[in-house]
């Protein structure tokens, strides 16, 4: 059964710094992205940031643009989400989600795999 697992997510103060990983766990899986979406309490889960398997091109939500960095390491079938300047609306529980559709960079109909989140909370 392949697992999606993060880590990383924890305290930080506004304007700091939080790095998680997502890492596949189990059985290889095949699938066109890896996503990072977060929820925060009383919203829907919105779309973060991705990255493509082959060719490792990205995608960020206008709300991350110039402070997140989404990246992968293949060798351990692993993507990361630096996250820099963070404020308080970063706040929320972050999921990854591997694209098992070929169609919908964002879409989370399109992402069929899922972690069990992790939470970032962004207070001073």
């Known amino acids: 059964q392949v697992q999606l697992v993060e880590s990383g997510g924890g305290l930080a103060q506004p304007g700091g710094s939080l790095r998680l990983s997502c890492a596949a766990a189990?059985?290889?899986?095949?699938?066109?992205?890896l996503g990072w979406f977060r929820q925060s309490l009383g919203k829907e889960r919105e779309f973060v940031a991705t990255?493509?398997?082959?060719?490792?091109?990205?995608d960020y939500a206008d709300s991350v643009k110039g402070r997140f960095t989404i990246s992968k390491y293949d060798a351990k079938n692993t993507v990361y989400l630096q996250m820099n300047s963070l404020k308080p609306e970063d706040t929320g529980v972050y999921y990854c989600?591997?694209?098992?559709?070929?169609?919908?960079?964002?879409?989370?109909?399109?992402?069929?795999?899922w972690g069990q989140g992790t939470q970032v909370t962004v207070s001073s």
């Open positions: 989600a591997a694209q098992t559709s070929p169609w919908g960079t964002r879409s989370l109909a399109n992402y069929g795999i």
């Open positions: 189990g059985r290889t899986f095949s699938s066109y992205r």
């Open positions: 990255i493509s398997w082959n060719g490792g091109i990205t």
